[in-house]
């Protein structure tokens, strides 16, 4: 059966830090850009390469010091492509006090060794969450397709 779902986790290092103190939003994209193809290619068995990132939320800072956690979730495949939602969680560790810190969802599209789209497994939508995640990954992806109808050609 393929893998639906991964947890990475780490701790948010110096490097990480930007101007203000707090972990920088570029190097939290950057891990859920990672947790996300991980999940993308452990779920097809394929190459795959990032479409759109969506909805991102920066809800809270990450510290340097805490523990971070970057959970990638199937939520929707089509033909060629995966929606993978994610989670970045925070956890401060003296008082090991979990805070949600960003949320976002990333399609991927597999690709072969020629770099063409390719078919991915079909998900199972087993449960009720299974269908309201699946459900919203489609309004998100409409969302995306209807911005691109707004936008000037070119």
């Known amino acids: ?12 290092e110096p490097q990480h830090v930007n101007f203000g ?21 452990g779920f097809s068995g394929c190459y795959c390469v990032t479409v759109s990132v969506s909805g991102i939320r920066f809800v809270a800072p990450i510290h340097i010091g805490e523990i971070v956690e970057v959970h990638a979730r199937v939520l929707l495949t089509g033909h060629t492509s ?23 969802l990333m399609t991927f599209v597999a690709v072969d060794d020629a770099g063409q789209p390719t078919a991915v497994p079909e998900l199972a939508l ?3 969450d299974d269908h309201r995640w699946a459900d919203y990954a489609r309004a998100v992806r409409q969302a995306n397709v209807d911005m691109d109808q707004l936008l000037p050609p070119g």
């Open 21 to 41: 103190g707090k972990v920088h939003g570029g190097s939290v994209m950057k891990w859920m850009d990672e947790a996300a193809y991980a999940c993308a290619a």
């Open 126 to 128: 087993n449960t009720d």
């Open 82 to 104: 995966l929606t993978i939602g994610l989670e970045v969680r925070a956890t401060e560790v003296r008082t090991e006090q979990r805070r949600i810190a960003t949320r976002c």
């Open 1 to 12: 059966m393929a893998r639906t779902a991964l947890t990475f986790r780490f701790l948010a």
